[in-house]
């Protein structure tokens, strides 16, 4: 696959990749009202990290060649972001 790697962090870029997923890390979006053709998506590639899909379209994604990563709402931070951390929120509750 010659696609560069990709990053989808915001309906915004979704909008502007899509159908073309190909080699695209999407973090975080809630997916589950959005109208979107999932057959018609290029998914060869594409890892989908914390994202809320609506019911039945993980099946579809995996088919396609898509991975995905649920969401981890049991810890105490975010785990799968498009950003890094900033200092004070890597040492917040620990004295310095």
């Given at each position: 696959m010659d696609v560069p790697p990709?990053?989808?962090a915001?309906?915004?870029d979704l909008e502007a990749t899509w159908p073309d997923l190909r080699a695209a890390a999407v973090v975080g979006l809630d997916l589950r009202d959005e109208r979107?053709?999932?057959t018609t998506a290029r998914l060869e590639g594409t890892t989908f990290f914390g994202c809320e899909m609506p019911a039945g379209v993980i099946d579809l994604l995996s088919a396609a060649?898509?991975?995905t990563f649920a969401s981890l709402s049991d810890v105490p931070f975010r785990p799968y972001r498009a950003d890094?951390?900033?200092y004070e929120?890597?040492?917040?509750?620990h004295e310095h």
């Open positions: 990709r990053l989808v915001s309906r915004a979107l053709d999932w060649g898509a991975a890094l951390y900033r929120e890597l040492t917040s509750g």
